[in-house]
């Protein structure tokens, strides 16, 4: 896993850590506390999905086990995007208190499945605002929250340190996927 990775899952974790340690009020009451519950849509991914990895590990930290002070369920859309509804729709009938959205069109799915379960999104390949999920990123407004690491300036800069250790490369090639285009984008653009 690269630095940056870790340092957007980092702040992530602290970000769904914060809210649930604010949510997590102890209970006066007789009865036992609820164990809450955190909601983790997925596309196409497994119980070793490193988001969940990630995600358990980081809220280990924060003194809550998944399965003891702490439940987390994950659902996958069986890498249809389509699907994703029916994935929430589940997900918001088990009265889940939070939900962790990473990728794009599954903040979009879960912001149009409710307006009153805390959304926190990990963006880093897409600009929050720019795609209506939040009202600006001071003041998001509405239930969606979280942490966006925009990577798109520095796209450019990574490609300058390639070009640096390997002067004499005459071309470079570059995997991505759909939700890094805007960052694809950048790397087209002529370098100086």
Not at 92 to 116: F, H
Not at 180 to 190: H, I, K, V, W, Y
């Amino acid at each position: 896993m690269t630095y940056s990775k870790k340092v957007r899952r980092r702040a992530a974790l602290q970000a769904v850590g914060a809210i649930l340690a604010a949510w997590a009020v102890p209970s006066r009451a007789q009865t036992p506390a609820r164990i809450p519950i955190v909601a983790v849509p997925l596309i196409a991914a497994g119980p070793d999905d490193p988001l969940l990895t990630q995600l358990r590990r980081g809220l280990s930290e924060q003194g809550y086990v998944d399965g003891k002070n702490i439940r987390i369920e994950y659902r996958s859309s069986e890498g249809t995007i389509e699907r994703l509804p029916a994935v929430l729709h589940e997900l918001i009938e088990m009265k889940v208190d939070v939900i962790v959205a990473g990728a794009a069109p599954i903040v979009a799915a879960a912001k149009e499945a409710t307006k009153t379960i805390p959304i926190v999104m990990v963006g880093w390949e897409y600009d929050p605002v720019a795609a209506g999920f939040v009202a600006s990123l001071s003041r998001p407004g509405g239930n969606v929250t979280g942490v966006y690491l925009s990577s798109d300036e520095t796209v450019g800069k990574r490609l300058e340190l390639i070009k640096e250790l390997l002067p004499n490369a005459t071309s470079v090639s570059v995997l991505y996927d759909s939700f890094g285009a805007s960052q694809f984008s950048q790397l087209e653009r002529p370098q100086r």
